[in-house]
């Protein structure tokens, strides 16, 4: 007899899956707003405020601080309450910090409210993926992660068009309506919670064996196939925060710990350290504030294409090879940014960056909770996240300060991600292992630690 999880993973695909993906990848989308809304505000809020670039800096490097230690324990709290529970949770914790963020009367009050968002951002993304990876069938998981990837795309093109329409119109205050309007996903917090069913490998792992089942049936009538018999899984003892952290590291699991860590902290330095930047970068060299966000704008669309070409090769090339062809892409393109003179040319560089690294982003978000088993999924993911957001800390302030204190130029700086990309694909071709068409139980170590 099967197990449910065996039983998930032959599905065909249906219906049911791509409305998973849709409903996870609006609460992904509007994560990518908030964050794209940081980089558009910048421009106008640096001089509402007279603040120096190292201050924004902080701006940004405080919503990175939340992320870090959102991510780390909504791992852990997706996998005792839930993965819909803690998605909904952070969706509408972020959606108040960004509000609070409006209301900001000082830059102090702006960097606690910028935290605050940061803890609901870095606890959704994680637990996001691993909902929606516990949903897959095998041999279509890759595909359907990488399109929830996509999301990310939209929202940062949502929050190109608030900066462009928004903050320059609005000079005195612009930043304050686009951060109102980051605020509005909160909305959707209701239709979410009604629609968006809770992952049967984890409702399995807790002894929810009959919500387990009612969610199987409704998929297997998605797809028209005739429900078969499955068994249960006997339910684990919960470890503790430390035992879960020590199983990350045991002798089955390090390998695939030590490669995520690393591939984590690289690509969000790499990324955010160009990303949040780029309109200022742009202004600095001669561009106005409405065409730097133009040309933002349009670097973004590239993400569409760099998401959906990752999608299609995720699973046919596997994931190891496409993320480190990724990868060297986008360690190519942030030399050719950075040594781009005219404005067309930082358009042609921009847009191949943002089609490589975002495309490398949708393989690490399906990479990285295939992983982990079912019972350590959410905090392995999660924690991997987290350790990722400390060089979204360091990138935001320190890539102004390389420029003003360090006395580097831009070519110099870019130099820097180009080499953090080159050292991350090392690290995937050496370290990482195929997971492509393999069922997410099969992926676990035979002789991986558990309790029971």
Known sequence: MLTLSQRLDELPLSREHWRIVLLSGLGWM??????????????????????????????????????????LFAGRLADRYGRRTLFLANLLLYSLGTFLSALSWDFSSLLLFRFLTGIGLGGELPVAAALVSEFAPARHRGRLL????????????????????????????????????????ALSAVYLRRRLPESPRYLDIVGRHEEALA?????????????????TTPVPQRPSFLEQFSLLWSRPLLRRTLMLWILWFGIVFAYYGVFTWLPSLLVERGLTVARSFSYVFITTLAQIPGYFSAAYLVDRWGRKPTLVAYLLGSALASWLLGNAGT??????????????????????????????????RGFGSGAAASFGRIAGIIAPYLTPWLLSNGGLSQPAVFALFMAVFFVIA??????????????????????APTRT
Do not use: K
Request: with cysteine; net charge negative.
């Open 146 to 185: 990488v399109i929830l990837e996509s999301f990310w795309a939209y929202g940062w093109i949502l929050a190109a068009i608030v900066g462009l329409l928004v903050a320059p119109q609005l000079p005195s205050w612009g930043w304050r309506v686009a951060f109102l309007i980051g605020a509005l996903p």
């Open 426 to 447: 090392g690290n995937v071709l050496l370290l990482g292992e195929e997971t492509r068409g393999r069922p997410l139980e099969h992926l676990s170590p035979t002789t």
């Open 30 to 71: 509007f994560d990518a707003m908030d964050v794209g809304l940081v980089a558009f505000v910048l421009v106008s809020l640096g001089r509402d405020w007279d603040l120096s670039r190292p201050q924004l800096g902080l701006v940004a490097s405080a919503g990175f601080l939340g992320m870090f230690l959102g991510a």
């Open 215 to 231: 969610v199987l049936r409704a998929f297997e009538r998605a797809a028209g196939v005739t429900p078969a018999p499955v068994a």
């Open 343 to 376: 404005a067309p040319i930082l358009v042609l560089w921009g847009c191949l960056l943002s089609f490589f690294n975002l495309g490398a982003w949708g393989v690490v978000y399906t990479y990285t909770p295939e992983l982990y088993p079912t019972t350590l």
